[in-house]
């Protein structure tokens, strides 16, 4: 049975970084990229970046690349996801999500994690 | 602004059938597949319809998804209650190198 089980809920002050983490279990770790997607209040799905378990390819979307990295643990079957220089737009939900290499759709995502960020 | 462009909101009554339109480029969905998600209240969004038509395992064939240029729609027939959700479409883009969203489409049951 598939899982991705994310870290909990983050209140920040502006300035401040988050780490959320997100464990994969019930599939091979390797076998899928793992996508970043939040989701401010009231607002619609951004993508953030994608990164691969396996190897190659780490991408961003262009507004989160000189403030979000994307790290993997594979002794673990976790990825991270780093925001730096918080500010009071990026206080939404972060999810994770799932794509088979090549497949361009995300069939299974994590259950989020709210970032709350405070000035 | 979102990249694909959809209605905010569509109503319908059960029974009813009911389409959301999502609108793009040549560089996201006129030269590559469309993914629908639904989103129910509070909880992360769910695939609905992968490459532009293709059913992902569990969902009800009332579901469905087409695609003709730059052009998208996901077509809900018989619409029952539990279909009250947010529905987003979307799809890669050549030109950003990013994955795109709509901004979603709220489907409210009368």
């Known amino acids: 049975q598939v899982h991705l089980v994310q870290s909990g809920a983050e209140v920040k002050r502006s300035g401040a970084s988050v780490k959320v983490s997100c464990k994969a279990s019930g599939y091979i770790f390797t076998d899928y990229y793992i996508h970043w997607v939040r989701q401010a209040p009231g607002q619609g799905l951004e993508w953030i970046g994608i990164?691969?378990?396996?190897?190659?390819?780490?991408s961003y979307a262009y507004q989160f690349q000189d403030r979000v990295t994307l790290t993997k643990d594979t002794s673990t079957n976790t990825v991270y996801m780093e925001v730096r220089s918080l500010r009071s737009e990026d206080t939404a939900i972060y999810y994770c999500?799932?794509?088979?290499?090549?497949?361009?759709?995300?069939?299974?995502w994590g259950q989020g994690t709210l970032v709350t960020v405070s000035s | 602004q979102s990249v694909l462009t959809q209605p905010p909101s569509v109503s319908g009554t059960p029974g009813q059938r009911v389409t959301i339109s999502c609108s793009g480029s040549?560089?996201?969905?006129?030269?590559?597949?469309v993914n629908w998600y639904q989103q129910l209240p509070g909880v992360a969004p769910k695939l609905l319809i992968y490459?532009?038509?293709q059913q992902y395992s569990g969902v009800p064939d009332r579901f469905s998804g087409s695609k003709s240029g730059t052009s998208a729609s996901l077509a809900i027939s018989g619409l029952r209650s539990e279909d009250e959700a947010s529905y987003s479409c979307a799809a890669w883009d050549d030109s950003l190198h990013a994955y795109v969203f709509g901004a979603g489409t709220k489907v409210t049951v009368l």
């Open positions: 040549g560089s996201n969905i006129g030269g590559n597949y």
């Open positions: 999500a799932r794509e088979r290499a090549g497949d361009y759709y995300f069939d299974f």
């Open positions: 490459r532009s038509n």
């Open positions: 990164i691969n378990p396996g190897g190659t390819p780490t």
